[in-house]
């Protein structure tokens, strides 16, 4: 049975329990029965702890057919800082993530379903989508790209992304995608970080109903990467038969040209078997300070822990269709497209944006689509609460199963309206937290046991983590910093030709744990919270308090849209907070005086009074990097006059400008 919380009373108490159905029909259950693992705690234990068991194990499960088998599935010679996994092995991620499913007679099932902002729609099937592959692949080949070349991807959503992600993997090329709103200099930023050859965009794309030419900034772009020496452009706005010219330069190729290079060269081409050290992708951080830092993957590291965790945490099959909104840039774009492929389910795709031309375009996307687990981070629901609908009502949203979320720490007001209107109340919100250097999630929940709003159940299945204080050692039912003790799939290896900032970053702090930066506490109950960044920790009077605590407390009020929290120097206690706020509507001067009283009191009776925000400010919006994260370290350096350093990747740095007249 399933049962409601008052959001009132929701500080402790369980919000959804799974159904014996629901458990018996999960992966992680049919997995747990097949190697006769008692419960998730041996599971998770198992996983860890015995490595050469694990690995082999699950993918058999996934079916991950190899080039070469390997000799050993995790060696340590050069530290558990960079793990070799699969030593000796050779695979290569078209094999696995699309061949296969030809192969086995699942040609005619859908890979991809994708929707555009103006209504337009197509389906792709994995027959489909490895015929167009290898036409690219083909005509990549014949104009010179090799193995190890590096390859900018800059797309909005559009279903070109599948073969073109594919069609590198099969070549062996490195890919470096790039947000589709950045500006030429974040992008200039990255190529030039990469050396990048080879680059990949389109004419231009929808938002908010306005054609947005993604071309201008290319050429933009090219004015500044000598390195690049050809330019594929996706006709996305002439394919669609919008009026829209742009200007083709001598460094440029049509898309579809490209592919008929690669039809008038149509013999078969081998994929490259590739070793597990071998570079695949270099993700650039979203980071707020210093040079943006290029987190480097391999086929066998980000694809298979994709994968490994849609199988366990979000229970996708084959008969699945997952939705998740975001980008290509930020890590869960190509986590979406790839993991959905490995299991063989269909990735559901949309280009535009989520309230476009209403709050509703999310709802009627799941509706038509049959969409059956939705991805989307905590801003997006705050940012659609505001409309006072109840979507499950409106809309058949029924063939849900699983909702997901990722991003930044919930705060249980949206959580539920999420978990309630979207839901219906039976839907498990599968939280999941890690991050583009881990290739997934380091906590997660799994659809198998109850939840407690915005919580994780703990490690995600493969994962050691632990809670520490300053010292690196383990606390229990205290805040402290989330650390990694075991090398695991996923990690990066190292920062793109930095590898003393890799080894600074992560291993610097503690002897032997990964510092991942977030800070988080376990309940009583054994239930996993995260509560923000932990540099963005405040010590106020030698007491710890995370930027979740208070953004938490006041988003109870209902005029609080959302919030940040920082701390400032203070001669008596140290640091003291203050609080950044953003509403639903405009107030009157004389409103916002009332509302401030009416926050102070909200935060004495949750929080206590010594934690006391020294000042409010209303703003009407915060700074975001590309992923919805809001960047406090930025808000606490514009408040204080502060150099901001690198704002590029941020969606709005037009926010930064009032906050320091603030």
Request: glycine share 8%; net charge negative; charged share 25%.
């Amino acid at each position: 049975m399933t049962k409601s919380v008052n959001v009132s009373n929701y500080d402790n108490q369980i919000a959804w329990i799974p159904t014996q159905e629901q458990i018996d029909s999960s992966n992680i259950t049919s997995f747990m029965k097949k190697h006769q693992i008692e419960n998730l705690d041996e599971l998770l234990k198992k996983s860890v702890q015995d490595p050469e068991w694990f690995y082999p194990a699950i993918l058999n499960e996934l079916h991950i057919p190899w080039m070469k088998e390997y000799e050993k599935v995790i060696d340590l010679s050069d530290g558990m800082e960079l793990p070799r996994w699969f030593k000796g092995g050779r695979t290569n991620l078209y094999k696995y993530g699309l061949e296969k499913h030809v192969l086995n007679g699942n040609g005619g099932k859908e890979s991809l379903v994708w929707e555009g902002e103006d209504g337009t729609s197509r389906t792709v099937t994995f027959a489909e989508l490895k015929e167009e592959t290898d036409l690219l692949a083909n005509g990549l080949k014949q104009l010179g790209l090799k193995k190890g070349d590096r390859v900018g991807v800059f797309l909005p959503q559009i279903p070109e992304i599948q073969p073109i992600l594919f069609a590198c993997a099969k070549l062996g090329a490195v890919i470096i995608p790039c947000f589709s709103g950045f500006g030429a200099d974040a992008i200039q930023v990255r190529l030039n970080d990469g050396e990048t050859k080879w680059f990949f965009t389109a004419d231009g794309f929808y938002r908010k109903g306005k054609v947005i030419n993604m071309k201008a900034v290319a050429d933009e772009v090219l004015k500044d990467v000598p390195t690049i020496e050809k330019v594929f452009v996706v006709p996305n706005m002439k394919k669609r038969n919008i009026d829209y010219d742009f200007p083709m330069n001598s460094k440029d190729m049509d898309y579809d040209d490209l592919l008929q290079v690669g039809q008038s060269h149509s013999e078969k081409i081998d994929a490259e078997p590739m070793a597990s050290n071998e570079p695949f992708l270099i993700i650039y951080t979203s980071g707020t300070t210093g040079k943006p830092k290029g987190t480097q993957h391999t086929q066998y590291s980000f694809p298979l822990k994709n994968a490994i965790d849609m199988y366990f945490s979000f229970d996708v099959k084959p008969t699945d269709k997952m939705f998740w909104l975001t980008d290509l840039g930020w890590m869960m774009g190509p986590w979406h497209i790839f993991g959905t492929a490995i299991l063989g389910a269909t990735a559901v795709m949309y280009e535009g944006s989520p309230d476009y031309p209403n709050e509703n375009r999310l709802w009627e996307t799941v509706q038509k689509h049959k969409v059956t687990i939705l991805g989307i981070a905590p801003t997006v629901i705050r940012s659609l609460m505001k409309f006072e609908t109840n979507p499950c009502e409106k809309y058949d949203l029924s063939t849900l199963r699983i909702l997901g979320s990722t991003g930044e720490a919930w705060n249980p007001k949206p959580w539920y309206w999420y978990f309630e209107k979207v839901g219906n109340k039976v839907c498990p919100i599968i939280n999941y937290s890690g991050g583009t250097e881990v290739s997934g999630g380091i906590l997660s929940c799994v659809p198998i046991k109850p939840l407690k709003p915005c919580s994780f159940h703990g490690p995600a299945v493969g994962m050691a983590a632990n809670v520490v204080d300053q010292n690196g050692m383990t606390v229990h039912h205290e805040v402290g910093d989330l650390v990694v003790t075991s090398p695991f799939l996923g990690m990066t290896y190292s920062f793109w030709r930095n590898h003393e900032r890799y080894l600074n970053t992560y291993w610097s702090t503690w002897k032997g744990l990964w510092h991942h930066g977030d800070f988080a506490k376990i309940d009583e109950d054994g239930f996993w919270f995260i509560l923000g960044r932990s540099d963005d920790t405040m010590n106020i009077a030698g007491k710890r308090l995370g930027p979740a605590d208070l953004e938490s407390a006041i988003a109870t009020h209902p005029l609080v849209k959302e919030s940040a929290a920082i701390g400032i120097p203070d001669e008596v206690k140290g640091e003291v907070p203050i609080l950044f706020i953003v509403l639903h509507k405009d107030v009157s001067d004389e409103e916002k005086v009332i509302l401030k009283n009416e926050l102070k009191a909200v935060i004495a009776d949750k929080i206590g009074k010594s934690f006391l925000p020294k000042n409010m400010y209303f703003v009407s919006s915060l700074p975001k990097t590309q992923s919805g994260k809001i960047a406090r370290r930025l808000v606490r350096s514009a408040f204080l006059g502060e150099s901001l350093g690198d704002t590029s990747t941020l969606q709005n740095p037009e926010s930064l400008l009032e906050i320091k007249k603030d």
